[in-house]
């Protein structure tokens, strides 16, 4: 996990790197900031695990369009984190241990920021050079957009106080959370294999499972951990009403729901073989993990 974490950061802060030509110093630095500031790298050490499952990390070309798939996916979760902090919408005031954009800038200023970095993430994905660079972009779209992660947040933000059903809560977290690890995980593949390729359909199964597992598990510590191990305040899930796994199933009964979901994660990776060990090692991150 470590390697694929460095690698990212790596990528990350060469792509970041102020240029001498910036329009726009102050929005350089809150791009900087609200991707370089820390984070797990989660869905880029998901990417490249697939990658070297699948042997598209052994060439020059796959190695350079998995890079440019693990920044983009990256970008595109640090915007979404940025938005998702603003008074409009969850209006938090801590991430990852440090003030969010908004507090440590300005609103505008988070706006403006996320914009960019959503943008800058087609603009990398669509700088691949990659024979299969029309699906990798296509993925990535389809993942952060209407019919992704936008959609999930719209939908939590409409759940506030209002449902009460495990099924519905799922549905919404198979979109804001789950939508774009499927996607570190197709991206990945997808570097690799033809997209009709049974191998895809597999790691599909395997991505839907733990990123509704990751999502449960942040549920299960929203309750059980502290504000500093976490990075983010902790209980403000329950401050503002929102449905959570706990609330509705308990926490053994969310615990419990997690271990499933690791089974069914690793039942899917029999197809892959020894490749796939790395896979199932994350996959039992995703519900151990403590922040």
């Known amino acids: 996990m470590r390697s694929g974490q460095a690698r990212s950061e790596a990528v990350l802060e060469t792509l970041l790197t102020p240029a001498s030509g910036a329009v ?12 370089l500031g820390g984070g797990k790298r989660l869905r880029p050490v998901l990417l490249y695990a697939v990658g070297r499952a699948l042997g598209s990390d052994e060439d020059a070309t796959g190695r350079a369009a998995l890079d440019a798939a693990a920044a983009a996916l990256e970008l595109v979760h640090a915007y979404s984190l940025v938005h998702d902090d603003l008074p409009a919408m969850d209006d938090d005031d801590l991430r990852r241990g440090r003030p969010t954009v908004h507090r440590a800038f300005d609103e505008a200023t988070a706006i403006l920021a996320g914009d960019a970095l959503l943008t800058l993430a087609f603009e990398v994905m669509a700088d691949t050079g990659h024979v299969r660079t029309p699906a990798l972009v296509r993925t990535l779209a389809e993942a952060s957009g209407r019919r992704g992660m936008v959609a999930g947040q719209a939908l939590d933000l409409e759940a506030v106080g209002q449902f009460r059903e495990v099924e519905a809560l799922s549905r919404m977290h198979a979109y804001k959370t789950g939508a774009l690890i499927r996607a570190a995980v197709r991206l990945g593949g997808l570097v690799a294999a033809e997209e009709q390729d ?88 995703m519900i151990e993990r403590d922040h």
């Open 24 to 35: 726009s110093n102050r929005l350089e630095e809150a791009m900087r900031y609200s991707v």
């Open 198 to 285: 049974s191998r895809l359909a597999a790691l599909d199964r395997y991505a839907a499972a733990i990123g509704l597992a990751f999502q449960i598990q942040d549920d299960i510590l929203d309750v059980t951990g502290d504000t500093v191990t976490l990075g983010k305040t902790a209980g403000a899930d329950a401050a503002r009403d929102k449905p959570t796994y706990p609330s509705l199933l308990g926490l053994e009964g969310a615990r419990k729901r997690a271990g499933q979901l690791l089974d069914e994660a690793l039942d899917a990776l029999a197809p892959l073989g020894e490749a796939a060990a790395p896979l199932a090692v994350l996959a039992r991150y």
